[in-house]
C-alpha cells in the first residue's frame, strides 16, 4: 500500500517537474477559468449567490445547480482526463485512473469552483447588488 502512495506521489509530482505536456497545466485550468466567468457573471446578473457556496448551504435545488455546472465545465474536465490518459501512456506506458480523475479535479473543478464564486461576487460588488 506504501508503494501505491509512494508511485501516485512521485507520478503526480512528475507532472509539474519533467513532464511533456505541461502546457495543458495551464491551458486547462484557463478554460475552466473562462467558463467560470462566463458563468459567474450570469450568476450575479440572475442575482444568484456565489455557486459553491449555495451548493454546499443553498436553499436551492442542488441538482439544478449541478447540472448547471456541469453543462459549463463538464467538456474541460472530459478533455483533462483524456490528455492525462494519453500522457499516462506516453510517458508512463500505463493507465492509472485513480491519477487521471485526481488531476481532471484538479485542473477543471477546482479553478472552476473558486473563479466563479469570486467573479459572481465581484460583479455583485461592482454593481452595488447585495446577496
Known amino acids: 500500500m506504501d508503494d501505491t502512495w509512494v508511485r501516485f506521489a512521485t507520478d503526480m509530482v512528475g507532472r509539474l517537474t ?10 486547462q485550468s484557463a478554460m475552466a477559468a473562462f467558463f467560470a466567468i462566463r458563468a459567474g457573471l450570469a450568476d450575479a446578473k440572475a442575482g444568484r449567490p456565489p455557486y459553491f457556496w449555495a451548493l454546499l448551504l443553498g436553499r436551492e435545488p442542488r ?13 474541460v474536465f472530459v478533455l483533462a482526463v483524456v490528455l492525462d490518459i494519453v500522457y499516462q501512456l506516453y510517458v508512463l506506458h500505463f493507465v492509472y485512473p485513480v491519477q487521471a480523475f485526481v488531476v481532471a479535479v484538479a485542473l477543471a473543478i477546482v479553478p472552476y469552483l473558486i473563479v466563479r464564486g469570486l467573479v459572481t461576487r465581484l460583479a455583485r460588488a461592482k454593481s452595488g447588488v447585495r446577496a
Not at 519533467?18 to 491551458?27: D, N, Y
Open 18 to 27: 519533467t513532464a511533456p505536456m505541461k502546457f495543458r497545466l495551464v491551458l
Open 63 to 75: 441538482e439544478a445547480m449541478i447540472k448547471d455546472g456541469w453543462k459549463s465545465v463538464g467538456r
